[in-house]
């Protein structure tokens, strides 16, 4: 048994320990434990930061961050290797997930600083600015610059021009996800043509129905699963719960073809190498529509359990929707070329055979993991499925 003395020398030790972690400017003690970091000694004030010209706007370097860039309020783990804790976001930034975003929207052309909306970017030799990013300048021959939109007159879509070149397709080198049906990497050339900004809409589906070219029963149902959305009249909506044949119906239509699944990974990787549609940072809410918190409502109760049991529900993430999503609604998950929802919404249907008998989709889809939404996985669906989780888009 202690000794009363032991036993108050004891207390007294924690007391002064746990006092002087809190007198620490920069964390707390669960702070500090998490981030690898030994006991503090007291301070009586914050130091001085050094200067952060070389970390992009927002962030900082000081004694937590032990000389990388995180965001305020924000320390550096050695044992996990990056920022951890909670942001403080710095003016000008507002909070996404685990870090910061500009709260201010700049004109095309410009970006946030930290204080102001920049002057319009200069983009380097053989670029030129898309409305998003730098992209490349088309080759000459194709007469067309990378991001070009025009109308498709039949529907209300857009149509982006892909200018001719070549990429890494298949695995990245960076990217440590990658399946074996995407290994090895390898270089492809790909002839310049135009791609649909964005998956084909029910509204749209409906048009080509209406001229009798699409078959009208993909938009009906006696009994239609709550996450169809032709049956259920989503009309700004992926068009989901369709056949093969019916989106190649759709595309001959607006004088087009469904991408081959070169053609569908060169537009979303802009051409370049990149793990994802917007680049290599990982997948969150505010990108991509995906199998969230909010995933289950949209799911029968049998799949409820079997996505469970897989791990395909990415409880921690939050997207706004529990089935589709209108098409284009997030913004930041657009690629440099200015496509939109390459990730995520609804796996794509491309014209390129998955085996003897089905066809290659990409891109993931709301009921898919997150790691389903790199640009170089694939899926397959034969060509009579219709289900909820794949639609289209066109190419030309």
């Known amino acids: ?116 909306c920049e002057a319009k970017v200069s983009c380097p030799a053989g670029t030129s600015w898309s409305g998003t990013s730098c992209a490349p300048d088309a080759p000459a021959g194709d007469g067309k610059r990378a991001g070009q939109t025009k109308a498709e007159p039949k529907t209300g879509l857009t149509w982006v021009w892909m200018p001719s070149g070549s990429f890494h397709y298949g695995c990245e080198p960076q990217d440590t996800q990658c399946d074996s049906d995407e290994k090895p990497g390898q270089r492809r050339s790909v002839e310049g043509f135009w791609m649909m900004q964005t998956e084909t809409t029910v509204a749209a589906y409906t048009a080509c129905a209406g001229a009798g070219v699409c078959p009208a029963d993909q938009l009906q149902g006696d ?32 004088g087009g073809r469904l991408p081959s699944a070169v053609e569908w990974e060169y537009a979303a990787k802009s051409g370049s190498s990149r793990i994802y549609p917007w680049g290599d940072d990982a ?76 066809k290659e989709a990409r891109g993931g889809s709301w009921s898919y993991t997150p790691g389903g939404l790199r640009a170089g996985y694939r899926d397959k669906l034969g060509p009579g499925g219709r289900l909820a989780f794949f639609g289209f888009r066109c190419a030309q």
């Open 1 to 116: 048994m202690l000794t009363t003395t032991l036993l108050t020398v004891l207390l007294l030790s924690a007391a002064q320990t746990e006092e002087a972690c809190k007198s620490c400017w920069n964390a707390t003690c669960a702070d500090l434990k998490e981030v690898g970091l030994p006991a503090c000694k007291a301070t009586a004030k914050r130091p001085k930061q050094p200067a952060t010209s070389s970390c992009e706007p927002g962030k900082v370097k000081n004694a937590d961050t032990q000389g990388r860039c995180c965001w305020p309020g924000q320390a550096w783990s050695t044992t996990k290797g990056k920022c951890v804790g909670e942001p403080e976001c710095s003016p000008g930034f507002s909070r996404d997930g685990a870090g910061c975003v500009a709260a201010v929207a700049c004109p095309a052309g410009a970006t946030w600083n930290g204080k102001s």
């Open 223 to 254: 009994n239609p699963q709550k996450a169809c959305n032709g049956p259920n009249g989503r009309s700004d909506h992926p068009m989901n719960c369709v056949s093969w044949d019916a989106a190649g119906a759709f595309c001959r239509f607006v």
């Open 283 to 358: 997948v969150t809410g505010r990108r991509a529509n995906f199998c969230d918190a909010n995933c289950p409502s949209a799911l029968s109760a049998a799949a409820i359990e079997f996505w469970q049991k897989n791990g395909w529900i990415t409880f921690g993430e939050d997207d706004g929707w529990a089935g589709t999503a209108p098409v284009g609604s997030f913004p930041r998950g657009d690629t440099p070329w200015g496509l939109k929802d390459m990730a995520g919404n609804v796996w794509e249907l491309t014209s390129s055979a998955y085996g003897s008998s089905k």
